[in-house]
């Protein structure tokens, strides 16, 4: 699988440093360049991207604006921004880039960041295709269909790096606005995966969905105090003590599930 990339960088300079940079990797092709958000739009027109490397600090639309503008695009292409400037992290991530990476760029780093773009693809393919298993099925033969790997970290974003947390250290999952944010015990933190997702790939015997807004692992749960019309608010042990909305329908599973 060859994975096509755009470079959009005002700096001539970065921008053959970055393709330098990317030659070692055998399943990436460079096959565009642009020096302002202008021409990335055009070429991005024409040519299907699997990633964009995009500079932020540009003459006319910066790239967090030029992101603004793809990520609602039907299959939008992974944004990796390449910048000098820490200050912009968190628009970046509230862009829902894929990664952010300081210039100048540590080999390294950019090969965690193209391991994420190849996980998300894989990701995406197997969400929308998913591969039957030989596994029998109860008395018809049937062969049943093999469910997504579920994940056993979850990566998220403190101050444009990636940490990996476990979900036994998930409180709850939550929304917000366009964004979704997965709380600890004391931290919030920015992840990239959308909430349909990660209830798809958490365990269901450890995390409830409480409400549209809000996934909440069981074993964190400490009260359930009666609210109106049914339903129910979680009080859970973070540092906070947060309470958390259980929807009507959703109140009458949790106490289901909890046996009451």
């Known amino acids: 699988m060859k994975f096509r990339a755009l470079i959009v960088d005002d700096e001539s300079p970065a921008r053959k440093e970055l393709r330098y940079l990317l030659q070692p990797f055998e399943d990436v092709q460079v096959v565009g360049e642009a020096a302002n958000a202008l021409e990335a739009m055009e070429l991005i027109q024409n040519v299907e991207y699997s990633m964009i490397f995009l500079d932020i600090d540009m003459p006319g639309i910066n790239g967090i604006e030029l992101a603004q503008q793809l990520r609602d695009k039907p299959d939008a292409p992974s944004i990796i921004f390449t910048t000098a400037h820490e200050e912009y992290a ?47 099925a109860a008395g018809n033969g049937i062969k049943a269909e093999a469910p997504i790997k579920p994940l056993e970290v979850i990566p998220v974003d403190q101050r444009g790096k990636t940490i990996l947390l476990r979900p036994d250290e998930i409180v709850y999952i939550y929304t917000d606005k366009d964004n979704v944010f997965v709380k600890t015990h004391k931290e919030s933190y920015l992840t990239r995966f959308t909430l349909r997702d990660l209830e798809s790939r958490l365990s269901p015997n450890l995390f409830f969905r409480s409400h549209r807004c809000y996934l909440v692992n069981i074993q964190r749960m400490r009260e359930l105090i009666p609210y109106f019309n049914g339903t129910y608010t979680v009080v859970v042990d973070d540092s906070e003590r947060s309470e958390i909305p259980v929807s009507r329908t959703q109140s009458r599973k949790l106490k289901e599930i909890l046996g009451l």
Do not use: C, G, M
Request: aromatic share 8%; net charge positive.
């Open 90 to 136: 968190f628009e970046a991530f509230t862009v829902h880039a894929l990664d952010y990476l300081l210039k100048p760029i540590n080999p390294k780093r950019l090969e965690e960041a193209l391991l994420k773009v190849r996980e998300r693809k894989l990701f995406a393919q197997a969400s929308s295709n998913p591969q039957p298993v030989p596994t029998p």
